[in-house]
């Protein structure tokens, strides 16, 4: 019971997104009913009945351009944040359906010309529903079926033939506007899936594309579309930072000794292992061979850059370990440049940190500052 109640109260946030599109629809015609219905009740209907309805019906327009704002801003219609408002979007309907089914029992004694005007009015609300709130089965049932039900009893009781004829069209009526609105939620689903899987293939080539396939690291272009990126945000945040280059120590040798497979493995480990000295807003890359970049933001000293470079010096006093109980002693050689110190463009970083590389190898370092 308490499940069916979250489900009626709180339906799938994913089909509401869906309703996205037909908010501009969904809003003028709610306030055409609104308007074309407060003229046919005012002179039927007690006022506080019709002005608390009308008032109803305008806080429900209001909640579904709050959330429709906030499924646009958050991107993700399972946000917590959108719970609360969902729940009062839901409520706000299903009372108005349940003021609707009270209109007519206002309009007993009306001429049957405004009967047939109410009449019309729950026609075409209950196909307007259709693409109001169709995607959302619990509340086009909470919505529509009371308004139907008494507008059905109240024709069923009148004596001419005529209004029975009506009440048995009410019933077709509804009928085929249930069919409809389910064929609709299940055409929006339908676009969707395809939408989200369009979506997941495009992300899925987009990351193959930008991934170095042995390490998993982002390969070259996605690593200069970043910096490129960063740097304008840079320019503006004036954030300093710090480019590492970073090289593997005779990895020629360790290939011609050991063999690409152990090559591989090497370039595996350092990778796993630099990734340890980082922290989740940094980026680290494989340029190309066994040469790495990394980009450590907010660094404001070279005394924060140094105690990086020693600890990623420490990342690998330990062998890596090789099968059958062999193992291998790895070093790096790091070339740092800082911004803006040592450059404000990528070209110029790239170059002063790749210098700074060759100057530790040549001496024998573990890491070198650009001069």
């Known amino acids: 019971m308490a499940k069916f109640l979250r489900n009626f109260i709180m339906p799938d946030l994913r089909r509401l997104q869906t309703q996205i599109s037909l908010y501009d629809t969904a809003f003028a015609g709610q306030l055409l009913v609104l308007s074309f219905a407060t003229v046919i009740f005012f002179d039927h209907v007690p006022p506080s009945l019709l002005f608390g309805w009308a008032g109803l019906h305008l806080g429900n327009l209001y909640l579904r351009y709050r959330l429709t ?10 946000d917590p944040h959108l719970q ?5 979007y839901s409520a706000s309907l299903i009372v108005t359906g349940l003021l609707w089914a009270l209109m007519p029992f206002f309009t007993v004694n009306t001429p049957p010309l405004y009967l047939f005007l109410i009449y019309a009015l729950v026609i075409s609300l209950t196909f307007g529903a259709t693409m109001f709130i169709g995607p959302l089965p619990t509340l086009f049932f909470s ?5 139907n039900l008494t507008m059905f009893g109240e024709l069923i009781i009148k004596t001419h033939p005529v209004f029975h004829a009506a009440a048995l069209f009410l019933i077709v009526n509804f009928f085929f506007a249930t069919k409809a609105a389910q064929m609709h939620a299940k055409n929006l689903m339908t676009m969707l899936d395809q939408k989200e899987q369009a979506m997941a293939l495009k992300e ?17 272009e996605k690593f200069f579309s970043h910096f490129e990126w960063m740097l304008r945000d840079t320019r503006k945040s004036r954030h300093p930072f710090a480019l590492f280059f970073i090289d593997v120590n005779d990895f020629k040798g360790i290939n011609d000794t050991y063999g690409h497979d152990v090559g591989d493995l090497v370039l595996k480990t350092v990778a796993e292992r630099l990734r340890h000295a980082l922290r ?5 890359a494989r340029l ?28 690998f006093d330990e062998p890596i370990h090789l099968e059958e109980g062999d193992y291998i002693t790895v070093s790096l050689s790091i070339g740092i440049a800082l911004y803006p110190d040592h450059g404000i463009t990528a070209k110029t970083l790239m170059r002063h940190a790749d210098e700074a590389m060759y100057y530790a190898k040549r001496n024998h370092k573990p890491y070198a500052f650009f001069k």
Do not use: C
């Open 69 to 78: 704002g906030q499924i646009k801003t958050l991107n993700d219609p399972k």
């Open 84 to 88: 609360p408002l969902l729940g009062l």
């Open 143 to 147: 919505y529509i079926l009371p308004m």
């Open 204 to 220: 899925h080539f987009e990351h193959k594309a930008n991934t170095d396939r042995l390490t998993g690291l982002p390969n070259r």
């Open 280 to 284: 989740e807003e940094d980026l680290l």
């Open 288 to 315: 190309s061979g066994d040469e790495f970049v990394m980009i450590v933001k907010e660094i404001n000293a070279k005394e924060r850059a140094k105690e990086i470079a020693k600890r990623i010096k420490h990342l």
